[in-house]
């Protein structure tokens, strides 16, 4: 867990400091870890204008070394929460991805109903698949996934599993991913199309999930909410 920590606050501490806006970029990090700016305010030790003021833009970028205490501040708040945060970030580098491709990457200690995983992603059923359970999530960004990844690389998103459920991000209408799978065996139980509504769906979404025998679902729910209900599962 130490070396994802590192790696962690490197990437957040490199992202404010080269960011045309660090200020919006800090606010971003410090809300992705659900931190308020007082509780981040309490555990640097300075007033929560001052936070304010930074994301804000109103004080002057932070130098890095204000960047690196807020960086290690929201970890260490993380790690007093239990690590979520830390571990979600560990399992998808020890899988060899980069975070801004799979937002996270888990396996279950027992089979979890899929309409359990699909209440977690406030998710609608369109297409009923040949299996009721699943072993474990990805979620994956399916720009970054599409663009960057070999179809090698496509296949290690299954992780430990291949009865899991692959959740695709920022979805327009859905028929990259599904063309992607076809051509990755075997494939998944589920397959969530995150960012649309059923009626936004490529025609032939549906057809080429019963073709597979594949669930598929499309959710519209807020990503970080859903990613929190997950690490409940």
């Given amino acids: 867990m130490s070396d994802a920590r590192e790696e962690l ?7 404010i400091t080269l960011s045309d806006d ?5 606010r971003k990090w410090r809300t992705d870890f659900d931190v308020s700016q007082t509780e981040l305010a309490d555990q640097l030790g300075v007033s929560s204008s001052v936070v304010s003021d930074y994301e804000s833009g109103r004080r002057e970028s932070p130098g890095i070394g204000v960047v690196r205490r807020t960086v290690e501040g929201l970890l260490d708040i993380d790690e007093r929460r239990g690590g979520g945060r830390l571990r979600q970030h560990a399992r998808v580098l020890s899988a060899g991805f980069e975070s801004d491709i799979v937002h996270d990457l888990r396996e279950y200690s027992t089979a979890v109903p899929l309409s359990e995983f699909y209440e977690a992603m406030g998710a609608t059923e369109v297409v009923r698949g040949d299996h009721d359970h699943v072993n474990g999530h990805t979620v994956i960004d399916s720009i970054q996934a599409i663009t960057r990844l070999s179809s090698e690389e496509f296949y290690r998103l299954y992780g430990q599993s291949t009865n899991r459920a692959l959740v695709f991000t920022r979805v327009t209408r859905g028929e990259s991913p599904l063309v992607a799978l076809r051509v990755v065996s075997p494939t998944p139980n589920a397959v969530v199309l995150h960012g649309i509504e059923d009626g936004d769906l490529w025609d032939h979404a549906a057809d080429l999930a019963r073709v597979d025998g594949v669930s598929l679902a499309t959710s519209n729910r807020d990503l970080d909410d859903c990613l ?3 690490q409940a599962l």
């Fill in 228 to 230: 929190a209900d997950l």
């Fill in 9 to 15: 606050s490197r990437r957040i501490a490199g992202e």
């Fill in 22 to 26: 660090p200020g919006a970029t800090l």
